[in-house]
């Protein structure tokens, strides 16, 4: 059966040329002589194309540098805690001694307890306190890195 197109030419109805499929051949295969097979344009083709973080960071584009100051506010906000944590631990211990004097009579291994105090055991937790500051340091670029390195990260729109 033969139908205009609106242009004058004739159209063929293609649900009576097209013949009949043999019994082992499945729908989806290959068409049928005479049709063409019609696809639409790919879905990755009409997706807009997202730069990765890294290079957000490297353009230094406004993106880029919230992402840096995140990380910089991490490492500050920790840097400050420590540093809190010292002063009091550090500036308590004259205060601790002004507050209760019995104590700065008192001795350790013929030593005043102050002098133990702070000319021995200060340094330990100078150490300590470094060592957790690093540990700490590394985790909080750790979470950055991963962040900025995660793949789901340039898939979201």
Do not use: K
Not at 127 to 149: I, M, P
Request: proline content about 9%; some cysteine; hydrophobic content about 40%.
């Amino acid at each position: 059966m033969t139908e205009p197109d609106g242009r004058g030419a004739a159209r063929t109805d293609e649900r009576e040329t097209t013949p009949p499929r043999p019994a082992g051949e499945a729908e989806g295969d290959a068409p049928a002589p005479g049709r063409t097979r019609v696809t639409g344009p790919r879905a990755r083709a009409s997706r807009r194309l997202r730069h990765p973080v890294t290079r957000e960071i490297d353009e230094q584009t406004g993106l880029g540098e919230a992402y840096m100051r995140s990380l910089v506010q991490a490492q500050l906000r920790l840097a400050v805690r420590l540093c809190t944590v010292l002063a009091v631990v550090v500036g308590g211990l004259p205060a601790l001694f002004a507050l209760f004097p019995e104590l700065r009579d008192q001795r350790v291994a013929g030593l005043p307890l102050a002098w133990v105090l702070l000319g021995g055991l200060v340094y330990p937790w100078f150490v300590a306190c470094g060592w957790w500051y690093v540990r700490q340091a590394e985790r909080n670029e750790r979470d950055f890195a991963d962040l900025v390195d995660n793949p789901w990260a340039d898939r979201n729109p």
